[in-house]
């Protein structure tokens, strides 16, 4: 059937990142209701969500698999007309006090992808994919498209810059490769989403935001509204 290009350019995204989470996982011959689990994590609202669902529901009718693995997930409820969520000046303040006298690890690596995401706008999955090699000089970041796959260039305020540098400082991981990683220093994996939505969750707590919808996410949307 016709497919607008928006929506064909959406499909292969979506199959794409599938095909790569795969690559790490099992083979598409074993996958089951957990493997369909495990990958949704990276998508954070229920609209990405759908769309995941949707597109591999069709991926997998087209393969002629039987059952199809990816109708025994639900799709979620979407709410076209939910407001957007975002934060308010007091509360970005307050979310940046928490942080400001703890140096463990933790903090100072969510620190910097806080400010990573209210200064840049980046989605989670692009920050978590950076490399240390992707802060070129005089404050220049490589930015690869998690939609597109496309490279492109954007400037880091000084703000963001020295909170990186005093991150990767207090705590070097010379054997990793990306810009944000794990506790362990005996792993060359990036840090994961599902624990950056968690440490992010308490953190937000910790700061008395606790209103329902106000994430990570929700720092792209006050970026935006900036």
């Known amino acids: 059937r016709s497919r607008s290009e928006h929506i064909i350019r959406n ?12 690559e790490s996982s099992q083979p598409i011959s074993k996958i089951d209701t957990s493997v369909f689990m495990a990958f949704l994590e990276h998508f954070e609202s229920p609209s ?21 693995p990816a109708r025994s997930i639900a799709l979620p409820k979407v709410n076209p007309s939910a407001k957007v969520k975002y934060l308010e000046p007091n509360e970005i303040k307050q979310l940046l006090l928490v942080m400001e006298n703890d140096v463990s690890q933790e ?31 005089s404050g220049v970041l490589r930015i690869r498209d ?20 005093f991150y990767h400082s207090v705590y070097p991981n010379p054997c990793n490769e990306h810009v944000f990683y794990p506790e362990s220093p005996n792993t060359s994996k990036p840090l994961s989403y599902k624990t950056l939505r968690n ?3 308490k953190i937000f707590h ?12 929700a720092l792209r949307h006050t970026f935006a509204r900036s």
């Open 206 to 217: 910790k700061a008395g935001i606790t209103q329902k919808g106000v994430n990570l996410h």
């Open 199 to 201: 440490r992010i969750k």
């Open 48 to 68: 990405y969500r759908y769309n995941a669902i949707y597109f591999l529901r069709l991926f997998f009718d087209f393969l002629e698999t039987t059952p199809n």
């Open 11 to 22: 499909a292969k995204s979506v199959l794409m990142r599938f095909v790569r989470f795969l």
């Open 107 to 137: 903090y100072l690596r969510e620190r910097a992808i806080i400010l990573f995401v209210l200064f840049t706008g980046l989605r989670s999955n692009e920050i978590l994919s950076l490399k240390k090699k992707d802060l070129l000089p």
């Open 146 to 165: 998690s939609k597109t796959h496309e490279s492109r260039l954007a400037s880091i305020p000084k703000e963001v810059q020295r909170s990186i540098a």
